[in-house]
């Protein structure tokens, strides 16, 4: 019962992710040099179960491929959202602390991809500060809204 309900929740998550990806997309909010994904939201989720871990990174390789993002984008992408992913768990304990994980991991990995993959214009500094900028509203704004609605209404 316990594997299949921890499946059940890395689906929903992937779900999720994919779908709240897809919205910011059409919105033109998911792609470019300024990016707030409302999917990285969710990235505050291991703060409650494990099973969010392999839920956020397979949704995040789900969505990078379904939105024709380059295949270094989808690997390493991915890889900033399972380690921010691992230590939000790991620091579960403190919501401040764990929703950093996320956007410390994606202002370091993606500005690297914005500039060696897509080539975009500005250095690797600039990238930084506005992938930061994008993650502090994702994650740090509405994660912890999304932490405090699930605590409050004690879903998961």
């Known amino acids: 019962m316990k594997n299949t309900k921890n499946l059940t929740y890395a689906a929903l998550t992937a779900g999720l992710y994919v779908i709240l990806t897809l919205i910011a997309s059409m919105m033109g909010l998911s792609n470019g040099v300024i990016q707030i994904r409302f999917s990285e939201s969710l990235t505050i989720l291991?703060?409650?179960?494990?099973?969010?871990?392999?839920?956020?990174?397979?949704?995040?390789?789900?969505?990078?491929?379904?939105?024709?993002?380059?295949?270094?984008?989808?690997?390493?992408?991915?890889?900033?959202?399972?380690?921010?992913?691992?230590?939000?768990?790991?620091?579960?304990?403190?919501?401040?602390?764990?929703?950093?994980?996320?956007?410390?991991?994606?202002?370091?990995?993606?500005?690297?991809?914005?500039?060696?993959?897509?080539?975009?214009?500005?250095?690797?500094?600039?990238?930084?500060v506005t992938v930061f900028i994008g993650e502090v509203i994702s994650c740090g704004v509405l994660g912890l809204w999304l932490h405090r609605f699930i605590k409050k209404h004690n879903i998961l």
């Open 46 to 128: 291991p703060v409650f179960t494990s099973s969010a871990i392999p839920g956020l990174t397979l949704g995040c390789v789900i969505a990078n491929i379904i939105s024709g993002a380059h295949i270094y984008d989808v690997i390493f992408g991915s890889v900033a959202t399972l380690i921010g992913a691992v230590f939000t768990y790991v620091l579960r304990k403190n919501k401040y602390l764990a929703a950093s994980c996320p956007i410390i991991s994606n202002t370091v990995i993606i500005p690297l991809i914005l500039s060696y993959v897509y080539h975009f214009e500005g250095s690797i500094w600039y990238f930084a």
